[in-house]
């Protein structure tokens, strides 16, 4: 469905959920908190169906007008996902399993799946205007289907077996919904069952259940503290409600797992904005969007309840949202490079995270401080208007919606422009800069962080996601992730990275999650004021490969340059550097010159070309290669499965063949290399006239590749920028150990940053090759001998990573 910003402005009159889209009644004039709790004895006279009536509205989207056209075409989408789980629910009295292909209902897998689509049934019936609302016929299978599975597999004497999450969360959480949405036919012999099951597998949201000793962290936390209030209002239990409310907060273990506080490792969100799963996965947009999601989830469920949410560092759950999601979100979408194993989920792409987060910030609005849900409103209104790839409504529910419709009619909320700036997230290893028209991410890992994650059948092709590949994106190609490219690209030649071309088997075929950490130390990097940055990163081949390399980025205006050097291996494979592996559609024919010459359409046409300038992709950008270089080129057609990558039990994607054209660019290092090196500026958007301007003006000057230090100088802005492998001089500068320094002079000012993204240093000594005078304002870490060369000092001994900043005047 084609979902216009016209569309969804035409239906400012519409009516929404007031719950969703308006917040509970103390939020609307600003309150930073909520109102404090009652003392628990005056629990006894709390509203429970009150707030059942609440947590149905958040299920449903509550009241709309059927009329609306998004909400219409809303109905439509539930509807019709409804009647095929209703075509194909087996009613049979001798029955053994609800539907056949989930069968048998034992499995955990079979049977957490079967309960989330028991949910979608009693959605639909919940809902107005869909073929099964209020259906006495839906109501009475539904409630036998629920008993049925309690009888045959999700009962208190069952033993946990294979994947805990369905047992703990999945079964759990999808049975509370249905019990709230079918709360009024439910028999109450029935309820005491469930509850009793949900006591079982997920007594509280503290501990893993068949793991005692395991503290819940993250997004497991949240979500399972969501079914545990439930189920305390199911059960009118308000020491369960309480125990949901003090888990986000972890005052079980003193705050130690709180979801409310910066960790400094592990799993949850960073001061820098990372935010870790699973201990050393980079996972903002997954986890971190579950995370998210959950707590204003049950912000908004227990808003002005004796449960409120009052603690005060609720700030973090506010500030996570401008200083880890919006850099990551991308005109709505959600950066691969941070979705970890998700990339593989057919059902899961980055625009339907991207939503999803989008939604989870605009639900997280509705109780949060008046500037804050201003500012949020304006970001979620930005990406939904330039979003026109993927409409919001057809990848998202109706309260979803509701709140989406709500932020767009709204004539005082003014879409906020992109988000720009150079993001270094240590903690995650992940890099992200954003100019006005583009944004590029890079992907990087570590001895700290894992290179990818596999399991549970998901991400099987994952091995070089996190060797530095590199995501461009622009405004006009936010298909190009979205649009089956996990399926059908080479995964050996991810754009961006530095690959032993040898065979490799499937990842993640076993139960369980897995991840793989390389054991180099760098990787990560330094930003300049707003606008500029530099990464580096050590590769260290996985287990059965030499290959060794130094990689490093210099993020500026309008360019990326790539630089590697020290590229070797003695395997006696070829070793490849991928500039570009650009996904053109099922369909493209986007026009490649080199050198100002055209490149043949047809499909399997390969181009080795001896010493290249520069490329130009139409609708992409320009490729250069600073003072000639050799380069490789490649269009073809793939074509491959959902289910190659991605056999998992719940999120297995199809077998369906996926066919995508591309055009790739690449150096070829030969067998076996020694020493060898490559350089190549990305210049994202440009047209081909300017691509050849700058190729011949060389605006930017590389100065060193080598393994001591790679540098460039970008004349214009007048920044220089290095990264240092070790003691050195480059462009001037010295450092008297490993360090990623970055130095830009306008007129008298200067400003400097500098990092140690390997973080093996206690002290590094930077010097400048032009007189400082004083410090104008410096980081506590910076110190500065003024002079001729002055040096300035500074202590990254236990600053993981992160940058240290100076402004100087000459």
């Given amino acids: 469905m084609h979902l216009s910003r016209r569309t969804l402005l035409a239906a400012g009159g519409a009516t929404v959920s007031v719950a969703l889209a308006a917040g509970p009644a103390w939020a609307a004039h600003g309150t930073a908190t909520a109102p404090a709790a009652p003392q628990a004895e005056e629990a006894s006279d709390v509203d429970f169906d009150g707030l059942l009536d609440r947590a149905e509205t958040l299920l449903t989207g509550g009241a709309f007008d059927a009329a609306d056209p998004d909400f219409a075409a809303g109905v439509t989408a539930l509807d019709s996902a409804a009647a095929g789980l209703w075509d194909t629910l087996d009613r049979d009295a001798g029955r053994s399993a609800l539907w056949a292909d989930l069968a048998p209902l034992t499995e955990p897998g079979n049977f957490g799946q079967s309960y989330t689509r028991l949910r979608t049934l009693a959605t639909a019936w919940a809902t107005p205007g869909t073929t099964l609302s209020g259906s006495t016929e839906a109501a009475e299978a539904l409630l036998a289907a629920l008993r049925f599975t309690y009888d045959t597999a999700y009962r208190p004497d069952a033993r946990e077996t294979g994947n805990w999450w369905f047992w703990e969360i ?33 007594p509280d949201a503290d501990r893993r259940t068949n793991s005692p000793t395991l503290a819940e962290t993250g997004a497991n936390r949240t979500d399972k503290a969501v079914i545990v209030a439930l189920r305390g209002l199911l059960g009118r239990d308000a020491a369960k409600v309480a125990s949901a409310r003090d888990a986000l907060s972890d005052v079980r273990d003193a705050g130690r797992n709180s979801l409310f506080r910066y960790t400094s490792s592990g799993d949850g969100f960073y001061e820098d904005g990372s935010f870790v799963q699973h201990e050393v996965v980079a996972y903002t947009g997954s986890y971190g969007t579950v995370l998210l999601g959950g707590a204003a989830w049950l912000l908004s469920l227990l808003a002005g309840s004796p449960w409120a949410v009052t603690d005060p560092e609720v700030s973090v759950m506010y500030e996570a949202v401008e ?78 919606l509701a709140l989406a419709k709500a932020a767009l009619a709204d004539p005082d909320i003014r879409p906020e422009a992109r988000t720009t700036g150079s993001f270094v997230f ?12 583009w944004a590029c991410a890079l992907s990087l890992s570590s001895k700290r962080i894992s290179a990818y994650e596999a399991g549970n059948g998901e991400n099987l092709h994952g091995w070089y996601t996190g060797d530095g590949m590199t995501y461009l994106y622009d405004g006009d190609g936010l298909g190009q992730f979205n649009d089956g490219f996990w399926p059908t690209v080479d995964p050996y030649r991810l754009p961006g990275t530095t690959v032993d071309t040898r065979p490799r088997d499937d990842l993640g075929t076993g139960a369980g999650t897995s991840t793989y950490r390389p054991s180099n130390a760098v990787a990560g990097g330094a930003a300049l004021d707003g606008r500029h940055g530099a990464a580096a990163m050590e590769l260290i081949g996985a287990p059965g490969s030499t290959l060794r390399a130094r990689k490093a980025w210099f993020l500026l205006d309008n360019a990326v340059v790539a630089l590697g050097s020290g590229i070797t291996a003695s395997d006696g494979r070829t070793v490849e550097t991928v500039i570009e592996n650009r996904n053109l559609g099922a369909s493209g024919r986007n026009r490649l010159l080199v050198d100002g010459i055209p490149q043949p359409l047809e499909q399997g046409r390969a181009g080795s070309f001896g010493r290249a300038r520069w490329a130009h992709i139409d609708g992409v950008g320009g490729y250069v290669l600073p003072g000639g270089g050799a380069l490789r080129t490649l269009r073809e057609e793939r074509t491959g499965t959902w289910r190659a990558i991605n056999t998992g039990a719940d999120t297995g994607g199809s077998a369906d063949p996926v066919t995508r054209r591309y055009l790739t660019l690449w150096v070829d290092h030969g067998s076996s290399p020694a020493g060898s090196s490559y350089a190549y500026a990305l210049l994202p958007g440009a047209s081909a006239a300017a691509t050849a301007v700058w190729s011949a003006s060389r605006p930017v000057r590389i100065v060193a590749n080598d393994a001591t230090a790679q540098a460039v100088e970008d004349r214009r802005t007048g920044l220089t920028a290095v990264h240092f492998w070790g003691a050195g001089t480059a462009a001037g500068i010295t450092a008297s150990g490993p360090a990623t320094v970055l130095v830009r002079r306008r007129g008298a000012q200067v400003s400097v940053a500098v990092a140690d993204p390997g973080r093996t240093g206690t002290d590094v000594t930077v010097e400048l090759p032009f007189r400082v005078r004083a410090v104008t304002r410096a980081d506590d870490t910076v110190t500065l001998v003024p002079g001729r060369r002055p040096r300035l000092t500074v202590a990254v001994g236990g600053s993981r990573g992160h940058t240290h900043h100076a402004e100087l005047v000459q």
């Fill in 170 to 202: 999945g079964a759990p959480r999808a049975l509370m919904d249905c019990c709230v949405l079918l709360r009024e036919r439910l028999p109450a012999a029935d309820l005491t069952d469930y509850l009793a099951v949900v006591d079982r597998f997920c």
């Fill in 323 to 400: 200083r880890s999601f919006a850099p990551v979100i991308f005109d709505g979408l959600m950066m691969d490079t941070v979705r970890g194993r998700a990339v593989s989920r057919e059902r899961a792409g980055d625009h339907r995270d991207g939503a999803t987060a989008v939604a989870a910030i605009l639900l997280l609005a509705t109780g949060a401080p008046a500037d804050l849900a201003g500012r949020w409103r304006a970001l979620a209104k930005g990406w939904l208007t330039r979003n026109r790839t993927t409409p919001f409504a057809a990848l998202t529910t109706l309260p979803q």
């Fill in 426 to 437: 240590a903690d995650m290893d992940r890099v992200v800069h954003r100019r006005p028209g």
